[in-house]
């Protein structure tokens, strides 16, 4: 690898949407302390941090994102 070359990878995050909040599966208190982020914004961030083929799907407010690097 040249010195100049950027690591190549790939990236899957599970996590829950804001549809969740307040559930069993995010329930509160715990769900005041974090934040939560719909699938648009979620696919921004990983946009952001130079991400790309990005993907975000949505089951019942469970949200598997995907990404390369």
């Known amino acids: 690898m040249s010195p100049r070359a950027a690591p190549r990878g790939r ?10 909040r307040g559930t069993p599966a995010a329930p509160d208190p715990i769900a005041s302390r974090g934040h939560f982020h719909d699938d648009t914004e979620l696919a ?3 946009r952001t941090a130079d991400l790309r083929d990005v993907t975000v799907h949505n ?11």
């Open 11 to 20: 990236l899957a995050i599970f996590t829950t949407g804001p549809e969740l």
């Open 44 to 46: 921004e961030l990983a």
């Open 59 to 69: 089951d019942r407010g469970g949200q598997l994102l995907t990404a390369r690097k």
